[in-house]
């Protein structure tokens, strides 16, 4: 108890996600009854794998929390740091403090980071065929370690990597909601250039295909406001096997506060939509597309966050959740747009897309038009420097027969040929233009 009380008030401090992996997620299905299930006792110091946050330097940013929690003062000055310390740097300088252990750990880590991102920038060189890598001047684009200084982990690494993480994450939503815009608009594109190919008739079955699953996709049950009592309610019953009727806030909390450590954090709230996902969704059927299901699950969760989360920690407290108990749009929520009630994008978005995937193209045609050039130039010298090798050939033999015809050389005692050459001008051009070895 004593480590899951402590990574929350690091959580409940922290306004960002960066604390936010201390947190112990376990991802338990939504369908599983929690009040029928003898849940196995926590084991003290047990190590729970915690959710990627999906940043390139996930694993780094693991291990240098993993190696700060084994000291004693950091945590210590952890639990006491409010916000504005974290944020502005001040926390960091605790670092100077730390064990000459931990110090060192975090020393190696840092030089095991830096020696990933050389690679990282040398195989992005090598595809490109550059040459010359200033690696220390291409370090600079990584902005969650002082790339001046690979040798040592020092306060300054620990404040950017803070503040990197902090910067991300707060912007990793964001980033997704535009991928999935994306997704959409080259399926779109897609489509239509399918369309292009076909004759009038074809075009017209494949228009009535795409409407009908359109009409069936959208022709589902009621989906109820994300976070409203109806919503609750639903999983409370047919999740958690229990009478609507005796619907409580504190328990239903309580009950889905998988790793009991007061909080509902983002997995926990986005399991709670499932049951209102599968009215929606189905896998099976062909009109239903699992990447805009997860696009929904965000938006829900996001909604209900920005309802609940009244100190935007990304965290809901269980005083934060009976509050929103309290409102008016818990008992009377509007209704609920899913995704193919809304416009994703607008004709004029879809025609730049589609401009900046035609230049894409033109490009990448270009350099296979060049490549093409260089293959052909190559094939041309290549053509060119064996018909002077045949023609070197054909020379030499004819000089060796006009030898030959004019009388052999004089022997020896023994009947040796007192001329011997030790290589024919043939072999000689053959090595010119081949190799010694042949090769």
């Known amino acids: ?26 991802a338990v299905p939504i369908d599983i009854d929690k009040t029928k299930v003898k849940g196995e006792p926590h084991v003290e110091g047990e190590k729970i794998e915690n959710p990627d946050t999906g940043l390139y330097y996930d694993e780094y940013l693991r291990q240098v929390i993993d190696v700060l929690e084994t000291d004693k003062h950091f945590r210590e000055k952890l639990q006491t740091a409010d916000i ?3 944020k502005n740097g001040k926390l960091s300088k605790e670092l100077d403090l730390v064990s000459h252990h931990v110090r060192t ?5 840092k030089r095991q980071e830096v020696a990933r991102l050389r690679m990282l920038i040398k195989a992005k060189m090598d595809s490109i065929q550059d040459t010359g890598i200033d690696h220390q001047a291409l370090l600079k684009q990584f902005e969650h370690l002082n790339h001046q200084n690979p040798d040592t982990f020092e306060p300054k690494d620990l404040d950017m990597l803070i503040k ?3 910067s991300d994450l707060e912007n990793y939503d964001k980033t997704r909601h535009e991928e999935f815009k994306k997704y959409e608009m080259m399926k779109e594109h897609e489509r239509r250039e399918y369309l292009k190919t076909l004759n009038e008739e074809k075009r017209r079955e494949e228009e009535s295909k795409y409407e009908e699953q359109k009409k069936k996709h959208g022709d589902h049950p009621k989906i109820n406001h994300p976070g409203s009592k109806d919503q609750l309610k639903e999983v409370w019953e047919e999740a958690d096997g229990l009478d ?27 399991a709670l939509f499932t049951k209102e996902l599968e009215k929606v969704y189905d896998p099976k059927n062909e009109e239903d597309d699992m990447v805009e299901m997860e696009e929904e699950r965000l938006r829900m969760r996001e909604h209900v966050m920005n309802e609940v989360d009244l100190n935007r920690d990304r965290l809901v407290t269980l005083e934060e959740f009976l509050k929103a108990t309290e409102k008016k749009e818990f008992l009377e929520p509007d209704s609920w747009e899913t995704l193919d009630q809304q416009q994703l994008f607008t004709e004029e978005e879809l025609k730049e897309f589609e401009s900046h995937i035609s230049q894409q193209e033109d490009e990448l045609r270009k ?15 290549h053509d060119q420097l064996q018909a002077q090798k045949q023609e070197l050939q054909q020379v030499v033999q004819q000089m060796e027969q006009k030898k030959l015809q004019q009388g052999n050389p004089a022997s020896g005692p023994a009947g040796e040929l007192k001329f011997q050459p030790q290589k024919g001008m043939a072999l000689v051009i053959n090595e010119v233009f081949v190799g010694p070895d042949g090769a």
Do not use: S
């Open 1 to 26: 108890m004593g480590q899951m009380r402590w990574t929350a008030v690091i959580v409940q401090q922290c306004v960002l996600l960066v604390t936010y992996l201390l947190i112990t997620l376990e």
């Open 84 to 86: 504005e310390e974290i």
């Open 105 to 109: 750990r975090l020393d190696e880590l």
């Open 164 to 166: 990197a993480a902090t």
């Open 244 to 270: 609507p009727n005796d619907f409580d806030p504190k328990t239903f909390f309580k009950l889905h506060d998988v790793n009991n450590d007061g909080f509902l954090d983002e997995q926990e709230l986005e």
């Open 367 to 381: 350099k296979a038009e060049d490549l093409q050039k260089q293959k052909e130039e190559l094939q041309r010298q």
